[in-house]
């Protein structure tokens, strides 16, 4: 809470721009083409999400939109590039929550501070996952899974799209809670945590509806719980989380917008509108939202921020009961 507290009053504390050059900035914008960093491989949920949003804006803003994969590094190298750009809103941020919320918790010399060198554009989508295991496995519920790994500590890696991401951080709360031992194997993205449990690489990893729904009508990966409130109504075998009585796991990760740290309020607020409509585009919202399931937020700019500070100490609260210690 020491770091909430920190950075949001450096944040408050940073000069802004007379309000007539933030707005003239917000209405000159796009003078060029617009980068989208995306600090994670192609091909997963997010990187398709950031490429809808890309198409739509670039129709909208009549400047080239394009998007740049940075995958590796636990997302640090791609987010550090948006963090030292220059804030005028033609280079921005697409990721995950692992970025901003955890990574400062667990990475002693980050480059930038996410919550200062970062600002909020829009809390974009809310990303429900399930616990998906390769058929080797042999469990058909989470009871059964932890009985397998109490029997045979250490046998049973699990894949994550690396370190703070959702999958480190609930199966780090699942082993403490449990008192089992799994072996933790990160990869550069959800694509490959994915493709290497669909190997047998590892035995199980977290993914979302998108990633995985083939792959389990297939029978090649098993679902045995979703994160999430209620079942997905494509998948209405799979319990929540809650009812299989591992309530204390919430494998949720969310995608969000952001602008480097100096950004001006009405530019990103600009942004965020746009982006909006971005999304409930047809394109975008039935290709690929819905078939997600993604909770859709499209938060302004202030709403994001503090959303931030919540899912800040959320995300201490969650590395405190996985016992993990900044490296």
Known sequence: MRLARRTLLATLAAPALPPSLARAQADGFPSRQVRIVVPFPPGGGLDALARALAEQ???????????????????????????????????????????????????????????????????????????????????RSMAELVQAARAAPGRFNFGSYGIASQPHLCFAALMAREKIEMVHVPYRGLTPAVLATLSGEVQMTLAGIASGARHIQAGTLRALAVGRPTRFEALPEVPTLAEAGFDYIDPRTWFGAFAPGATPLALRARIQRDIATAMAAPAVRDRHLVPAGYTVHAATPEATAAFLQRDLAYKAGLIRTAGITPD
Do not use: C, F, Y
Not at 69 to 88: E, F, L, M, Q, W
């Open 57 to 139: 804006l670039q129709g909208a803003w009549g400047q080239a939109v394009v998007v740049d994969n940075r995958p590796g590094g636990s997302t640090v190298p791609g987010t550090d590039i948006v963090a030292k750009a220059a804030p005028d809103g033609h280079t921005l941020l697409i990721t995950a929550d692992n970025s901003i919320t955890a990574n400062p918790h667990l990475i002693r010399s980050l480059p930038h501070d996410p919550m200062k060198d970062l600002a909020p554009v829009s809390l974009l989508v809310d990303v429900h996952q399930m616990v998906l295991v390769h058929p080797s496995v042999g469990a």
